[in-house]
């Protein structure tokens, strides 16, 4: 048997804190999104400023890297490179860059996805909250 890592509410809230600050330093209106191993929202929240329809982008795409156990830009990627039928594949559909894998140990605990400014600084929103707990 396995023994599986998984956040905890103190990673959570530590990877919430850090990635706000990253935002609020860059002076960037976002929503912030952590999601379990099985893209379950465990944290939501919008900065003020962060346009409505990014509370219902960011989780998808931490939703997207969690299930995929990768960086939602690889779908993108896969979609920008001409296989447009990937656009049918169930479950996933936020196929944008800002979805963060969390990964330890080969294992993928959950990710952040980020929206809100371009999609380069919804990622580096993402890894900054996740380097908080040394990742």
Known sequence: MKTKHEL?????KAIAAAAEAEALKNH???????VDDGGHLLWLQRLDGAAAVS????PSKARTAALGRRDS?????????????????PTIDGLL???????KDGQCLGAVGVSGVKSTEDAQVARAGIAAIGL
Do not use: P
């Open 73 to 89: 830009k690889v779908y993108e990627d896969i979609v920008n490179g001409g296989r447009t039928a990937f656009l049918s594949a």
């Open 8 to 12: 905890e509410l103190a990673d959570v």
């Open 28 to 34: 960037w209106a976002v929503t912030i999104a952590i």
């Open 55 to 58: 509370s219902h982008i960011a």
């Open 97 to 103: 860059e800002g979805g963060v894998a969390i990964l």
